[in-house]
């Protein structure tokens, strides 16, 4: 008998949370823009021109360029003239394809 009624409180007891589970209201969690659309965004506002940028703007806007790999872009842009073409940054020590293909869409030449 003592079996039965733990039985009964135990079923009792997962009825009521299994009840309040199902009737509380369902939080929907705000909906973020796609990536996509973030990423056109900040593409928008952080174009980089290789000819007048800084050490600074260099470092802190492109991927994949510290200290030391802005510093070796001005050096060069200031003993070589302004960049002509985007392509151009591969005969910076340091700048391979693959990092200037990750920023080939946030550089510019003026």
């Known amino acids: 008998m003592h079996n039965t009624?733990?039985?009964?409180?135990?079923f009792a007891l997962l009825t009521t949370l299994s009840a309040v589970a199902n009737a509380a209201p369902s939080i929907?969690?705000?909906?973020?823009?796609?990536i996509t659309v973030q990423m056109n965004k900040v593409e928008q506002f952080?174009?980089?021109n290789l000819n007048s940028a800084d050490a600074e703007?260099?470092?802190?806007?492109?991927?994949?360029i510290?200290?030391?790999k802005a510093k070796a872009i001005i050096a060069y842009r200031e003993s070589n003239g302004p960049f002509t073409a985007v392509d151009e940054l591969l005969e910076v020590k340091g700048i391979?394809?693959?990092?200037?293909?990750?920023?080939?869409?946030?550089l510019i030449i003026n």
């Open 5 to 10: 009624y733990l039985s009964s409180l135990v």
């Open 28 to 34: 929907k969690p705000e909906t973020a823009a796609p």
């Open 46 to 48: 952080t174009k980089v």
């Open 57 to 64: 703007v260099l470092r802190r806007d492109l991927f994949g």
């Open 66 to 68: 510290g200290a030391a």
């Open 96 to 106: 391979g394809k693959a990092l200037l293909e990750k920023n080939r869409d946030r």
